[in-house]
């Protein structure tokens, strides 16, 4: 794992002073070194140094970042590595917004190397990794990997996720996921017949759930600007 | 971390309340990029700013976002154009009509003014994109990147480029272009201006580019303004060019291009772009220098042939410099340059064939017919004075070839290509002149004869390398031996040359030169004199030992030259006759019968017309060495046994001597008639040996020195017209039946050989040695056929066949 401080650093930063963040919804107050922040990505650099608000007052107000992201970060920043903490979405997210690929990349093998080797399959499961997909496409780019890898996963728990209240709305809200779990489909084996087509659902199932759609696709269109 | 294992926890925050409604979120966005353009960001929050623009790239509104920035972008440039720019406008450029009658100072004014609010129209324009690129930064890196479209900065300054430089009302772009040649053209006249603004603008101009890919030959700079500046710059140097060729003479031409050039080169560096630099360089060397060099050299009174013929190195330098920017092979200075130098050569060949002709005509004024005695004298009087010419000649050949040396050195950068036309320039010349190959010959034998005489050992060497660039350039080599042989062979007989070493130095340059086929002939003189040597002592030492008869008094002392390695005319037959006094006639046929009985075969040719002889005389009681040449003494020993008043008359020495009648006369002359030496008399006195002379033994002779000698010809000298033509017909006879062995040579090789071939493989055998006449080479060819060596192929016209 690399760290911040070993590849990127002489230790020049612990002298030049700290930036004032206040994190959350709360406002949580902390520290961090500028030098240090500024070095992680060009995005964070012009956070702390501009001609705005925060460049001129050397405070950073930062509302809509979760304290606990936001504690992990600084614990990556400074050494390196973080515990894992199931929030390998939340820090997918944000360093995406803040153009961080090692911590990305970090995130993400984490996430492999933990959860894995793990198969869901209680509800409970099923419900935090339908919430946790929807997080995923609601806060990534179209074009980050980990979605598709998402769909993947999905797929593979099809049968599981399905029966998930949630799964549904998850699946009308978002079309870009539908799209990529049904590329990952692969369909009947044989040609259907009357019977057969049964065995998976019925007719009016189908029905049902294009009414529904359609039922929230309007409400949305309705909705005022 | 056991307490999550496995587990996928919802995130903690709720997921439906996340929706952002495009306008709301834009509305504050666009405030804040005004704020931006309003130079108010300092009360702007970048991280609500940042975070808004994220938000909207996330809920799939990049496109729309993009979309907007633009056109806000673009409204507020459009302003930007009809607010700031426009009333700048310099109406007069814009309309082309400079000429108006605006003075130049409120031309500049105005110019500089609109210059000055361009570049800070842009500066802003760049200030400003900048911080919203940076606050946009989440939409370039994630929706610019992913639809593969410019980032907002790079769309941005497209739009700046459309806006206000190509108004679609006013002209900007256009008026920039104007006002910056205008500028640059009072800069050219010798105004101040300012060229920071300039620089400026022109940065702009670098810095936009035709389309959003940027691509480096599409800047705004290339596509708009250079190709208008560099066209308006080639009327102007065009113009320059024909005043200044009018006006000035060669120097003042060259020194203005000079300054042209680095004045063009500086603008490049500080007003305008590097990218222009070889552009404006090309138009300057174009106009200035490739239209014009030829007639700046051709200057009366100041171009090349001032230059060169008064050594103006650095003017010269400037001539190399400028002509090799437009031409690396530097034609029309090599050709210029070495047409001087041939002309300045053949000045040289000319002087000495005026000096000869005069010299000539002077003794034919001498009168008598060519047999004559005094014809005779004079014609060597004639020679002599033609040796001191020859030495002239050379030494100022050698003072032109230093001459165009130095300057080669230090103006032509000792340039490869022009040495190589300066040598073929001096071989020009001095090829030009059939006497080279004689005159350089004769210096080489002026300097290694006395001329080296308290010269070290490196200065020898100095002396010795210029007579060898001399002789590189001759092409008659053959001639050249010829000569040299000639000379080196009195230096040798006559104990002339100053040092063997530096004779032998000499060779081996030759040697290094053009090889030992060349030098063999050289080196084989030497071996002689060794062995001559060696034999003179021996055969001494065996007279005393064995000859119980050995007289003292006759000292024979040998030279055997072996008559193919000497020039000493035919062998075998006896072309010398002389009747030698009977002690002398003894000690000759002692030693012939020596020599032969040591080499049987070989054949002795005695040569009463090359030896010296000491002789023993008494004048008045004191006692005289008499040093002579070999025909000297036998005419003073025919004077031996007579009374003191009796006397011989020219007939009666002719017929006791056998001695052939010139050689007599120029014998007699010397010692009967020239002073000092006169130990005969003649009657009747006169300057002048006639047949009809009468000779005496002179008893009033007298000598303060104890050791006289009575020379005839003591020194090489240049040849009389008679001697030239006889080694023309000479080196004719040779080259024919040089080329004709070289012909046996290939026919026998090749068997079957084209015409053509023939005569071409002949030319480079022969090369080195001489430039074989075409014509002698087809008689040659004429004559082996007709004595059958060689015969035309059957049925092939062009083709010989080998005879075995």
């Known amino acids: 794992m690399s760290s911040i401080l070993g590849t990127k650093h002489s230790p020049n930063f612990l002298f030049d002073g ?52 936001f504690t992990l970060f600084t614990k990556w920043v400074y050494t ?20 961080i690929p090692t911590l990305r990349h970090l995130a993400k093998s984490k996430f492999h190397a933990e959860v894995s080797p793990f198969e869901p399959n209680s509800t409970e499961d099923a419900a935090g990794l339908v919430l946790a997909i929807g997080y995923a496409y609601d806060n990534l780019p179209n074009s980050d990997p980990i979605l598709k890898f998402l769909a993947h996963y999905a797929s ?7 029966a998930t209240p949630g799964f549904e709305e998850l699946i009308l809200a978002r079309p870009e996921f539908l799209k990529a779990l049904l590329a990952t489909l692969k369909g009947l084996s044989t040609k259907p017949t009357a019977t057969t087509s049964q065995m998976y659902a019925t007719e009016d199932d189908w029905n049902r759930m294009a009414l529904k759609a359609l039922a929230a696709r309007r409400a949305r269109a309705s909705q005022p600007k | 971390m056991n307490r999550s ?13 996340d929706h952002v409604d495009f306008d709301e979120y834009w509305e504050v966005l666009a405030q804040s990029l005004r ?214 003479d060669a120097t003042t031409y060259l020194r203005k291009v000079d300054k042209r050039l680095k004045e063009e080169y500086s ?104 047999k004559s005695s005094a014809a005779v004298v004079s014609e060597e009087k004639v020679a002599n004075n033609i040796t001191v010419v020859a030495i002239r000649w050379v030494d100022e050949v050698l003072a032109l070839k230093d001459k165009y040396e130095s300057i080669w050195e230090r103006s032509f950068d000792k340039d490869k290509g022009i040495q190589a036309a300066m040598t073929r320039a001096f071989t020009d010349f001095i090829n030009d002149f059939d006497r080279s190959p004689e005159f350089i010959s004769l210096f080489i034998d002026e ?46 007989l006559m104990n002339r040359s100053v040092s063997h070493d530096a004779e032998k130095q000499m060779i081996g340059k030759f040697k290094m030169e053009v090889g030992f086929a060349f030098t063999g002939k050289f080196e084989g003189m030497f071996k002689d004199m060794n062995i001559s040597e060696e034999m003179t002592s021996e055969f001494k030492r065996l007279l005393q030992e064995s000859n119980s008869n050995y007289k003292k008094g ?84 025919a004077f031996r046994d007579l009374r003191p008043e009796e006397v011989l008359s020219f007939e009666e020495i002719q017929t006791i001597t056998s001695i052939p009648e010139q050689d007599l006369v120029r014998n007699l002359q010397a010692l009967a008639v020239a002073p000092k030496t006169r130990v005969l008399i003649k009657k009747p006195m006169s300057r002048d040996v006639r047949l009809t002379d009468v000779f005496a033994v002179n008893e009033e002779f007298s000598s303060k020195f104890m050791r006289i000698r009575i020379g005839v010809v003591a020194t090489n000298r240049a040849e009389t017209e008679q001697e030239r033509r006889d080694t023309d017909e000479k080196t004719e006879r040779y080259r024919g039946a040089t080329i004709e062995a070289a012909l046996v040579r290939i026919m026998k090789q090749r068997k079957l050989i084209s015409h053509t071939e023939l005569v071409n493989e002949v030319l480079t055998q022969m090369g080195s040695r001489f430039n074989p006449d075409l014509t002698m080479v087809k008689k040659r060819i004429e004559s082996l056929m007709e004595r059958e060596y060689m015969e035309r192929a059957e049925g092939e016209r062009q083709v010989y066949h080998y005879i075995a």
């Open chain 2, 554 to 637: 006759v000292e024979l002392s040998v030279q055997i030259l072996t008559s193919t390695f000497w020039p000493v005319g035919g062998s075998g037959t006896n072309d010398h006759p002389c009747v030698y006094p009977p002690e002398i006639r003894a000690i000759r046929d002692s030693f012939t019968k020596y020599y032969l009985d040591r080499h049987s075969g070989r054949k002795l040719d005695w040569r009463p017309d090359m030896g010296t002889a000491d002789i023993r005389a008494t004048f008045k009681g004191k006692k005289h060495e008499l040093n002579v040449t070999t025909y000297g003494m036998v005419i003073l020993m």
């Open chain 2, 447 to 492: 300097n290694l004869r006395k001329g080296l005489k308290g010269k070290t050992e490196s200065e020898v060497d100095v002396v010795l390398d210029k007579a060898l660039t001399l002789f590189r350039y001759i092409s008659d080599k053959d001639v050249f031996e010829r000569y040299y042989k000639k000379h080196l062979s009195r230096r040798l």
């Open chain 2, 35 to 248: 704020e931006i353009y309003a130079k108010n960001a300092s009360h702007l929050s970048f991280e609500e700013v940042y975070r808004n623009a994220y938000k909207l790239v996330l809920k799939k509104h990049g496109d729309r976002l993009y979309g907007n920035v633009k056109k806000l972008v673009g409204e507020h440039l459009q302003t930007v154009a009809v607010r700031d720019v426009k009333p700048l406008l310099p109406s007069s450029i814009v309309t082309g009509d400079v000429s108006f009658g605006t003075a130049t100072t409120e031309r500049r004014t105005v110019g500089t003014k609109f210059l000055e609010r361009l570049k800070f129209v842009w500066e802003d324009h760049q200030l400003c994109m900048g911080m919203m690129k940076e606050v946009l930064m989440y939409m370039d890196r994630v929706f610019c990147a992913d639809h593969k479209i410019p980032s907002i900065y790079v769309a941005c300054m497209g739009l700046f480029r459309d806006h206000v430089l190509r108004h679609p009302e006013y002209n900007i772009g256009t008026a920039l272009n104007s006002v910056i040649m205008d500028q640059i053209k009072m800069e050219r006249d010798g105004d101040i201006i300012n060229r920071a603004t300039i620089r400026a603008c022109v940065y702009m101009l670098e810095g936009l580019y035709e389309t959003e890919e940027e691509l480096e030959d599409q800047k705004v700079y290339l596509t708009s303004f250079e190709k208008n500046f560099l066209l308006a710059s080639e009327v102007f140097y065009q113009k320059e060019g024909e005043q200044l060729l009018r006006d000035c």
């Open chain 1, 156 to 162: 593979w728990k099809l049968e599981l996720l399905r």
């Open chain 2, 267 to 370: 603008r490049c560096h500080d007003t305008l772009s590097v990218l222009t630099e070889p552009k404006i360089m090309e138009v300057v060397d174009q106009q200035l220098i490739d239209a014009n060099i030829n007639d700046v050299m051709e200057m009366e009174g100041s171009g090349l042939q001032f230059m060169l013929d008064n050594d103006r190195y650095e003017d010269l330098k400037l001539v190399y410099d400028l002509i090799s920017r437009v031409d690396s092979a530097k034609r029309s200075l090599k050709k210029k340059m070495c047409a001087r130098l041939v002309t300045m050569g053949k000045e040289i060949n000319r002087a000495v064939s005026t000096q000869q002709i005069s010299a000539v005509s002077g003794a034919d004024g001498a009168g008598g017919s060519s």
């Open chain 2, 5 to 17: 294992r496995g587990k996928i926890r919802p995130p903690r925050r709720g997921l439906a309340t």
């Open chain 1, 80 to 99: 390196g590595d973080y515990a894992y903490e199931d929030d390998t979405p939340f820090l997918c997210v944000f360093s995406d917004k803040f153009n």
């Open chain 1, 18 to 69: 700290t930036v004032a963040l206040y994190v959350g919804r709360d406002s949580k107050r902390m520290e961090i070194h500028k030098k240090l922040l500024a070095s992680i990505s060009p995005e964070l650099d012009k956070h702390v140094n501009n001609d705005m608000k925060e460049g001129i007052e050397g405070i950073i107000l930062l509302p809509h970042e979760e304290e606990v992201v």
